[in-house]
DNA sequence: GTGGTCTAGACCACG
DNA sequence: GTGGTCTAGACCACT
């Protein structure tokens, strides 16, 4: 079963959209794999808090980009192939570095404070 | 005067809470400092080819979170406390480097590919 | 037995309606009459291809029209007074005949192409 | 203006179904007309007592269908061909005589009587 | 003021 | 229980 456990939504960015990228990041990160049961609306619209619609518009979305499978009644799964997934990954790799460096690029810092931070942080938040 | 030299618009986000964003980064980065002059509302609209009435609620919100301040002559300065820098600075820092670090490390990246990455396009970006 | 011979389903209108709605153009053209035994509901749901909740929406709602009643041995008979066959007679004409006329007439059609073409298609559907 | 004075809603159809069948009755009556302006959506929001969006989605399936055109900040029109509205013109009788006769047939009418029903509604109704 | 989008709640048909 | 659709209200960006 598809995992929402450390997920929590942000804000300036709608809804239906954070979703559809937890699940792209789960697959790159292969947290996610193909062939997992994807939650029901209804239960991943409990769990959010958030309205059983916007949830059906992720879920549509993903269907339509052929990420995942769903029939009436059914549950719903994850479906997607390895190519798929390799081209996910760079999409999402380089828009999260760019705007990354962009803003902190904006912020003042130069490439070895950033670096630095990125460091540190990396190491208080994973290898403690 | 406030610049919006290296300002451009994205999308999924509205408007008129970018350009807050690009003022709080400037403050954070010291680019922009208490005291600085803004653009007028209506240049700064032809400038980003933004709307005036979205322009107006960036300006408003700044006034009504202590930002910037309205004088005769229609003109708004930046003014911010040493304080309230801080806690700016720190919130940014929060929405960008964790989250960013968090999406490379869901999507298994490890600190060495991290590093490696952002060096990289930081080079590619800013150094040639 | 109340006959779903000539039922077929349209779109946008539910099911659950059509069913109670073919009931009712039976009852007021006295092909089904008071007393006349429905289908079990697996009976009708097999025979239209429909879902079996969909089915006992319409008999729970014909129920409580007091258009049907169940009896022991989970059979239902239809049972209609002769005033509520007339309030409803009355009810079906407005519903079609009217509608039906105001349309052709907001379409620019005169009475005698209407009844032209009511003639034609009659024959064409139910004389050949 | 494109008038909706004579529109009533109905039940058993989707709102926006009905606005939608409006035009294309009017427009077939040569009651609107190419060039006609459209009501703003909130206007025939507030006339029809419906939200916004059920009005939206209308125009936006009109628009789709080219027979409307919307700009923002902009007032909608009627756009729609000669051709368009013949081809129009035969969808929509064709589809309102083969519901009405199967209706009228079902409740147990007979050609006779149903062409007697609609000549005397026609008459009471458009000739009084 | 205009059109367009996001989130929300209720309902429908299906297994 | 499942997925899908319709209606509703608030918000965004633009003239």
Chains 1, 2, 3, 4 share one sequence.
Request: charged share 25%; no cysteine; glycine share 6%.
């Amino acid at each position: 079963m598809v995992s929402f456990q450390e997920f929590t939504l942000k804000e300036d960015s709608p809804i239906y959209l954070q979703i559809i990228r937890h699940i792209k990041v789960g697959l790159v990160g292969e947290i996610i794999k193909s062939g997992d049961e994807m939650p029901s609306r209804r239960r991943l619209s409990a769990l959010l808090g958030v309205n059983p619609n916007t949830i059906q518009k992720s879920y549509k979305l993903l269907e339509e980009e052929g990420l995942i499978a769903s029939q009436v009644g059914a549950k719903s799964f994850i479906t997607v192939t390895e190519e798929r997934l390799i081209q996910m990954k760079n999409e999402l790799i380089q828009e999260n570095v760019e705007i990354f460096i962009d803003s902190l690029h904006n912020m003042g810092l130069n490439r070895e404070e950033t670096l630095q931070l990125v460091e540190e942080l990396w190491r208080e938040h994973y290898e403690t």
